[in-house]
């Protein structure tokens, strides 16, 4: 009998369909402890991505749950990361076999800005599979024009979103809102995930709450959206009052929490424009808590700005130290000069202050362009450059703040920021990426940005020759 071609590819869409079906018919946005295949299906690039336990192949035979795959390989067990054709229903797919959580999201089109219905499944290595109802809408500002998009995603308790639920993803914290990152114009997607591990072991803020933390923890995950592989991100939490433990507004303004969005009068110090109270906006800041009208009060911050702009150089060493956390700006300069993260001022971070009668403090974000890479994500292979911004050329001409910088690179060159447990951080996430596989898959899947194999070998001399000149800087400030 004559095989009809159409046959697997009816197979394949009904399994797709069936997998969507059984949790669109969910009405609870609660984990669905459902026994769904632990695979992420591509069906345009023919790629499957397993991330199951390990099954034996016999005689080129690999049986997972009710399906059975003929592997073309003498191996008797799948490896990880290892790109495996199989022959799946008489089609040829390339199989991986990976350690990392595997994210499925099936939504309808997003436009613009707006927020979209959707549905997630997250796998995890040795887990069943969670289900949730989301909102999914692009993020960013620059990245947004990206062909590999990053995503904000919303936990709803159902599937109109009427209102939001908090939950665990990944082993972080318990919220409803998180994101995606898709590190698109990173060659080798290590250095904003490795400069955020960096912050969360050198960064200081004196005032926290709680569980605070000073900045936010992230995963790895492959992610397929509507039945496309979309390649490596990984899942993070969130800056918010909450992650910095700011203290909650009651009758009046407590704790304040602001982005530096964009590059503006305000951001760059350059010159106090006057505010409004009814916009959640100024001067290039987006307020983030609080933020509804009403509430929101520019007063502080632009007092903060109008000094920094205006007072004379002996008033700014006088009174500096009482409205911001020096040891937090401190270690905020170390980071911004080791990383050498040009993108830095006017933008990409946040301020914030626990309650009334503290101190403002800093937050970095987005350092996707740092360690000898632009935002861009092309080389960018300068090591003798001082990283610096308005504010920071008024601290360096205080005695204490070069003092306390001086000191702390110090300290920290001796344990957090030696020269090889720098490079090993690095190193490690390269690997435990390479490892899996996924520069491979990215480029099956046209997601492998400017990747090349000696991207690392650049990056461990950018670090050691970079580290040598701010030795020599620090010693000399």
Excluded at 25 to 54: A, H, M, R
Excluded at 201 to 222: E, F, L, P, S
């Amino acid at each position: 009998m004559k095989k009809n071609k159409f046959i697997p590819i009816i197979v394949l869409t009904l399994l797709a369909i069936f997998i969507l079906l059984e949790y669109s018919e969910k009405k609870s946005s609660s984990s669905k402890q459902l026994n769904l295949y632990p695979f992420g299906f591509d069906l345009p690039n023919k790629i499957i991505v397993y991330n199951g336990k390990s099954i034996a192949i016999n005689n080129g035979i690999l049986k997972i749950e009710n399906y059975v795959f003929h592997v073309d390989s003498t191996d008797t067990k799948l490896s990880i990361g290892k790109k495996y054709a199989v022959n799946f229903q008489g089609e040829v797919f390339r199989m991986f076999h990976t350690e990392l959580p595997i994210l499925d999201i099936k939504t309808g089109k997003i436009k613009g800005k707006d927020t979209a219905r959707s549905k997630l499944c997250i796998l995890e290595k040795g887990e069943k599979a969670l289900f949730y109802f989301a909102g999914l809408k692009i993020r960013g500002h620059t990245s947004r024009k990206f062909p590999k998009k990053s995503y904000n995603i919303e936990l709803w308790k159902n599937e109109e979103g009427n209102d939001t639920e908090k939950k665990s993803l990944l082993k972080m914290r318990s919220d409803d809102d998180w994101m995606l990152d898709g590190l698109w114009n990173e060659p080798i997607r290590i250095r904003d995930f490795t400069s955020h591990a960096i912050w969360l072991d050198i960064g200081r803020v004196q005032h926290q709450g709680k569980n605070a933390k000073t900045g936010i923890d992230r995963k790895y995950c492959d992610l397929f959206l509507n039945g496309k592989y979309k390649g490596i991100y990984y899942l993070g939490e969130k800056i918010d009052r909450k992650q910095l433990g700011i203290k909650k507004y009651k009758s009046q303004m407590e704790g304040e929490l602001y982005k530096v969005s964009h590059k503006a009068n305000g951001t760059l110090y350059s010159k106090v424009d006057n505010f409004d109270n009814n916009s959640l906006t100024w001067s290039g800041y987006e307020a983030k808590y609080p933020k509804d009208i009403g509430k929101v009060d520019w007063t502080n911050l632009h007092s903060f700005v109008d000094f920094v702009v205006n007072a004379t150089q002996s008033e700014f060493n006088k009174d500096i130290s009482s409205k911001i956390e020096m040891e937090n700006i401190v270690d905020l300069y170390v980071l911004y000069n080791l990383s050498s993260n040009l993108d830095f001022s006017g933008t990409n971070s946040y301020i914030g202050k626990y309650d009334r009668s503290s101190l403002y403090f800093f937050i970095p974000w987005d350092m996707d362009g740092s360690f000898g890479n632009s935002w861009l994500g092309e080389r960018d292979n300068v090591v003798n450059k001082v990283i610096s911004s308005p504010l920071y050329e008024r601290l360096i001409n205080f005695p204490d703040f070069r003092n306390s910088v001086k000191k702390r690179w110090s300290e920290l060159r001796k344990n957090k920021l030696d020269t090889l447990y720098l490079v090993k951080q690095f190193r490690n996430n390269y690997e435990y990426l390479e490892r899996n596989g996924v520069y491979i898959r990215e480029a099956l899947a046209g997601r492998a940005q400017n990747y090349s194999n000696t991207e690392i070998d650049y990056m461990e001399s950018w670090i050691k020759r970079r580290v040598d000149f701010l030795d020599s800087y620090f010693e000399n400030l």
